[in-house]
């Protein structure tokens, strides 16, 4: 058989039953190869959409999202999603096609150093030199993207060693196993006693943590210490609005365990006042680097380190779990997590045929609720941080500690692929859509109904708040948009959509996109307000 068939193959072996694509020279082999086989091919618009797709099926499944690329400029643009699926902890399988090992250094056509290209942005990043290796490199792949801290892994896929013939054998189910990293019963029994003698402890998780199988582990290690564990997921880090007024509870906490949370800029490097300057913390992580940088960091106040993936440490410390005495602070944190102003429920635009993001937001929520596994997406700038306060659901996806936008229409299409029968709202601003919002056409084509709500103040919101802030009202420059109306180019792709100007079109409005089976847009016209500051 050929390499391409005996990658195929390895994929099915792996229960891979979509791979996100966009066509290519070099990948036609694998389009073959994929003839009458159970693996369907979406065919995207852009091949950075395909790897946004990938990343949600990823982050909703927790198996491996496939995306498939050409070489060359095709697999340049899938390189830039591969960003955020890496601050995200997503497990990402890239493959990208390349040009022939027998033609290298000879300029090629599209001949590039592509591992080279993506390894600064996955877990490992390199080139199958034969088929006979197919199998054994794409098992390689996912094994690396599924262990540790999860990650996106790039291999290239030179065009010749796809046409060879070869008679190695496809992979086997095992052969994908993740590598486990636990965390011993008596090193999790010392923390939990550390964490106990503590009077405002934290547990701190990383995104890998935080999908709803994830939360949900989540929370039941919460209730067998009964001390707070937040899982931060948000560049806005402690001032992330989905967490209300963290910020406070966090500068009051006199002892920390990070469990695979990275000690970044989203927790200002452990520095105060964000973080109590003898505030005890210890760390649970899978990479000795992410160790070393906080050790680096903290000096003498990282007073334990201990190397595990996060889902076998949460095993560990729930089995070593006890409660713990300050009842108090477990209901202080939660309360301070769900606070939101009061304010925000009489909110309204002071903008003619404008909304306030809440006015947008609120009705949302009722779409969310029909559904127990109900997804939401979240992107873009300060619209994505008003959805982030305003909106709940059981799955959620969130463009991330990344901070990137424009991912949130594949995102979602990923999230309709991966669970089909439920509600999927995608909230974005329209700088965001802007994007790729050609993915309208893929949605239409496959029939991957879905919602995507557009907060449209015609800029770049985020960036004339900077400009506002720090320059004045005099030096805005570059920042303003069109207030194109995205609901006709929805129809004009083939889907649903309306154009808001008044909350009262809001509830109207939503019956009317999820009756039309469609993939639907709503483009509402918002006023432009700076992200909400969530304090007591």
Request: charged residues 20%; glycine residues 8%.
């Amino acid at each position: 058989m050929r390499g391409s068939d005996l990658l195929v193959k390895s994929l099915q072996s792996a229960g891979v039953t979509r791979i996100f694509t966009l066509s290519g020279n070099h990948i036609m082999p694998v389009f073959d190869a994929t003839l009458g086989r159970d693996i369907e091919l979406i065919h995207t618009r852009h091949e950075a959409a395909a790897v946004h797709m990938a990343d949600a099926w990823a982050r909703l499944t927790g198996g491996p999202g496939i995306a498939l690329v050409t070489g060359g400029p095709g697999h340049a643009n899938a390189v830039s999603a591969l960003y955020t699926a890496q601050m995200a902890e997503s497990p990402v399988i890239l493959l990208s096609g390349h040009a022939p090992i027998n033609q290298l250094g000879m300029g090629a056509f599209q001949e590039m150093a592509q591992a080279a290209m993506a390894a600064p942005v996955c877990k490992a990043a390199w080139t199958c030199n034969s088929a006979d290796n197919l199998a054994a490199d794409l098992a390689k792949a996912i094994r690396i993207a599924l262990s540790g801290r999860p990650g996106p892994v790039n291999l290239n896929l030179p065009n010749d060693v796809l046409d060879a013939l070869t008679s190695a054998q496809p992979a086997i189910p095992a052969d994908f196993n993740p590598l486990v990293q636990p965390l011993k019963p008596d090193t999790a029994t010392d923390l939990i006693q550390v964490l106990a003698r503590a009077q405002r402890p934290l547990i701190l998780a990383g995104p890998a943590c935080l999908s709803r199988t994830g939360r949900l582990e989540l929370a039941r290690l919460e209730a067998a210490c009964e001390i707070p564990v937040i899982g931060m997921e948000s560049p806005r880090g402690i001032a992330d609005p989905s967490l209300g007024a963290y910020a406070q509870v966090l500068m009051r906490s006199d002892c920390l365990l990070l469990l695979n949370k990275r000690l970044d800029f989203t927790l200002k490097f452990g520095q105060s006042p964000a973080i109590m300057a003898d505030a005890r913390v210890y760390q649970i992580d899978p990479d000795v680097s992410e160790i070393e940088r906080s050790r680096k960091a903290l000096g003498d106040r990282l007073l334990g380190s201990h190397e595990a993936d996060p889902f076998s440490a949460i095993g560990s410390l729930r089995q070593a779990a006890r409660p713990h005495h300050n009842k108090e602070w477990l209901a202080e944190v939660r309360a301070a997590l769900a606070w939101r102003p009061p304010a925000w429920n009489e909110a309204t635009s002071g903008v003619p045929e404008r909304l306030h993001p809440v006015e947008m937001l609120r009705p949302l929520q009722r779409v969310l609720d029909s559904h127990p596994d109900a997804v939401l997406v979240i992107d873009g700038g300060e619209i994505g941080q008003w959805a982030m306060a305003c909106l709940n659901a059981p799955n959620r996806i969130v463009n991330g500690v990344a901070g990137s936008i424009g991912s949130a229409l594949s995102l979602g299409l990923g999230a309709r692929c991966a669970l089909p029968d439920v509600p999927v709202v995608a909230v974005m601003g329209d700088g965001t859509v802007g994007f790729h919002i050609s993915e309208f056409d893929t949605a239409v084509r496959y029939g991957l109904p879905l919602l995507a709500v557009i907060g449209n103040d015609a800029r770049w919101n985020a960036e004339y708040q900077i400009q506002m802030r720090d320059y004045g009202p005099d030096r805005l420059i570059g920042c303003e948009l069109q207030a194109t109306d995205y609901g006709a180019v929805a129809r004009a792709f083939g889907g649903h959509g309306e154009r808001i100007t008044q909350a009262t079109q809001m509830n109207s409005a939503l019956e009317q996109a999820r009756s039309s089976g469609l993939p639907a847009l709503l483009n509402v016209m918002i006023e432009g307000l700076p992200a909400p500051q969530i304090r007591y």
